[in-house]
């Protein structure tokens, strides 16, 4: 029997028959070790632990304390649920089943929907599975095979999976007798490694994202290593159901989405159109207070822009349709980048005047799908706190280290102490997706990972994830309960720069091309506000706020002095209002705590004589009687130090 040489992450080596399974190598050093193992790693390809080794290789055992041993263990629960639903409504037609941040889903095909009671049914019939150690074995099949037997069970969406991704022969998984799949793997070893999962909810879905396909039913479930893990995670689950933005965006009277007017376009109330008024005034301050010139540009634009741009061939699935005009065809705006290379190029420049950097809140379209829309985090219609950076080669460096600094500013000014950097890198040049040559994105990845390096920032690459026209960096933030958010964005562009035919005189009287960089801090207004509600609970620090106090007089003759303070206070600056209702003052408070307004001030003949007003905070509640003065000045120092919580 010939043999192999393993190679372990400590340098060691083992000669053994060949056939030898991962598995069997993890159990001869350590029992433990075994029972934690989910999937190995071969010569960095995730491999079947029990799946046969036939060549030297690097091997590395995964447990539950690695990111890619969850995916793994995620999607052999998307397979459990599939093997679950065939036993229980056999006539279910399988379309796809991966791992997601969250967990996993399956999509399927099935003329009657699926209930909660379903669910339940479908959840109880994965634990029966799971008990009976089932093993997820790896079996390999023809292709001209595998479209025959897959298309006699009229397995369509398989059939369309095998004959677009499958080579001459693929892999197939079985659990039990009765359940195979079409799928690459790996897998755990068997069923009894499932410990813990739960099924979420069903919604709607098409086939492969395509509208105009066939309507699916998609059941979300998630999956993890322990029951701990996963109570926690259900336990913030609901916790964002108390805090969704959608619901406290209604109840606060913040935003709506009028059916009438169309999905995925905002409309702002006036308490939320004042947060709105906060946060793009701080933005534009910070605009000039480093250095940008603000712009304002058109919301649509010739087609042909677009096409000297490449949006119309890199990006026109998630534009909105042509409009015929008298003298050409235009488009709305997906992005406002094409508009501030029109302002750069409308002169000469010189390379003492480099960098421009031109900053817009400016509004734009995209053409996003009905079921990918959600509230204020997905839409069709958003303004981004856009800036365009043109600069020379030898500046990008420190614009880019600049950018990310101001990205972390605005995150640390918002109240978010936790975040993480992300950098997407192109694929080489395979796909052809990517525009700009090979040396123009070394140069580009190059300069993104000095600029980390110098801010001490981590981040994780990501391959093939770059924008088509360049790398770039994501900044995630944590929320209050433990949720990533995608939000700023620095993308390096040498392509716009080129197809624009942009230049600057330099030093030597040469002309020569800027290069350029792509920025959004908040990302979207829009999304920025609803992670905003959803961090806070709607409870806004009080320079957030839209109503940062409210007066509450005990009695009608009390409102006079009321209005008066009102009035000191709105004079001072503040956002103030006043219930001159006639109900009693625990009504009002309890409205007002319903609001969330930060300050509650009663008032009544006490304080009418003393010039007073009685405080009440809504998170610590009565804070006492204090001068008008006094509160003034306190609630001056909040609002001046954006206080996170007051």
């Known amino acids: 029997m010939s043999s192999i040489t393993i190679t372990l992450p400590d340098g060691s080596q083992q000669q053994l028959p060949a056939g030898t399974k991962p598995i069997d190598i993890a159990r001869s050093i350590s029992p433990r070790l075994a029972d934690d193992a989910v999937v190995a790693r071969i010569n960095g390809e995730l491999h079947d632990l029990t799946r046969p080794l036939e060549g030297d290789a690097q091997l590395q055992i995964l447990t539950s304390k690695n990111p890619e041993a969850l995916e793994v263990y995620r999607h052999s629960t998307a397979h459990l649920l599939a093997a679950a639903v065939l036993e229980l409504y056999p006539e279910t037609k399988l379309g796809v089943g991966p791992p997601i941040e969250t967990g996993f889903y399956y999509d399927f095909q099935r003329e009657t929907p699926f209930t909660p009671e379903d669910l339940e049914k479908i959840e109880k019939r994965m634990w029966e599975i799971q008990a009976r150690d089932l093993p997820y074995e790896r079996v390999m099949m023809d292709k001209a095979e595998g479209l025959k037997k897959y298309g006699a069970e009229g397995a369509w969406m398989k059939c369309e999976l095998i004959d677009e991704k499958a080579d001459a022969t693929f892999s197939e998984y079985t659990l039990g007798p009765q359940f195979i799949d079409f799928c690459r793997g790996p897998h755990v070893p068997s069923t009894k490694r499932i410990k813990a999962f739960k099924l979420l909810m069903v919604a709607g879905a098409y086939w492969k994202g395509n509208e105009k396909s066939a309507r699916l039913q998609r059941i979300y479930g998630t999956a993890f290593f322990s029951q701990k893990d996963l109570d926690a995670y259900l336990n913030q689950m609901e916790e964002a159901k108390k805090r969704d933005h959608r619901k406290l965006g209604q109840e606060l009277d913040l935003i709506s989405i009028q059916e009438l007017a169309g999905p995925g376009l905002i409309f702002w109330h006036p308490k939320g159109g004042m947060i709105r008024k906060v946060l793009e005034d701080w933005m534009r301050d ?11 540009t058109p919301h ?13 061939d890199f990006y026109a699935e998630n534009m909105f349709t042509p409009m015929e005009l008298d003298d050409a065809e235009y488009r709305i705006k997906p992005m406002n ?3 501030h290379i029109l302002i750069y190029k409308d002169r000469l420049r010189s390379y003492r005047e480099l960098p421009v950097r031109l900053g817009e809140l400016g509004t734009v379209y995209r053409y996003e799908r009905s079921g990918v829309m959600h509230g204020l985090l997905r839409v069709r219609g958003f303004t981004q706190d856009d800036a365009h950076i043109f ?21 640390t000014t918002f109240g978010f102490e936790q975040y993480e950097a992300e950098l997407s890198t192109w694929d080489g040049g395979a796909s052809g997706k990517y525009d700009g040559a090979p040396e123009q994105w070394a140069m580009a990845e190059k300069a993104l990972r000095n600029a980390v390096q110098r801010l001490n920032l981590s981040a994780k690459e990501m391959p093939d994830e770059a924008a088509f026209y360049g790398p770039k960096i994501d900044v995630k933030l944590v929320d209050a309960i433990g949720r990533k958010w995608q939000l700023s964005t620095v993308q390096f562009d040498f392509t716009l720069p080129r197809r624009f035919g942009l230049e600057y005189i330099g030093e030597d009287g040469k002309a020569h ?4 960089c792509h920025r959004a801090l908040y990302g979207s207004v829009e999304r920025f506000f609803g992670i905003l509600v959803e961090h806070y609970a709607g409870a806004f620090p009080v320079w957030l706020a839209p109503v940062q106090a409210i007066l509450l007089p005990i009695a009608d003759r009390h409102a006079e002095y009321a209005g008066k303070v009102r009035d000191r206070l709105a004079a001072a600056g503040f956002r103030v209002e006043m219930d001159a209702s006639s109900e009693k003052v625990n009504a009002k408070i309890r409205d007002a705590q319903l609001q969330k307004i930060p300050y509650m001030l009663v008032v009544g003949d006490r304080e009418a004589e003393s010039g007073t007003v009685s405080v009440r905070n809504r998170r610590h509640g009565d804070q006492g009687a204090k001068p008008v ?9 909040l609002v001046s130090e954006r206080t996170p919580y007051e």
């Not at 003065?629 to 120092?637: D, I, M, R, S, V």
Request: glycine share 6%; with cysteine.
């Open 300 to 312: 649509v634009g010739r087609t042909q822009l677009w096409q000297t741009s490449g949006h119309a």
């Open 391 to 411: 600069c020379t080669p030898d500046q990008i460096e420190d614009e880019i280290v600049n950018c990310l600094q101001f990205a972390t500013d605005v995150l």
């Open 629 to 637: 003065e006094e509160f003034l000045a306190a609630l001056g120092n």
């Open 337 to 339: 980048c094409p508009f």
């Open 286 to 296: 910070q605009y000039l207070a480093r250095g940008y010139s603000l712009v304002f």
């Open 513 to 516: 091309q800027p290069v350029m």
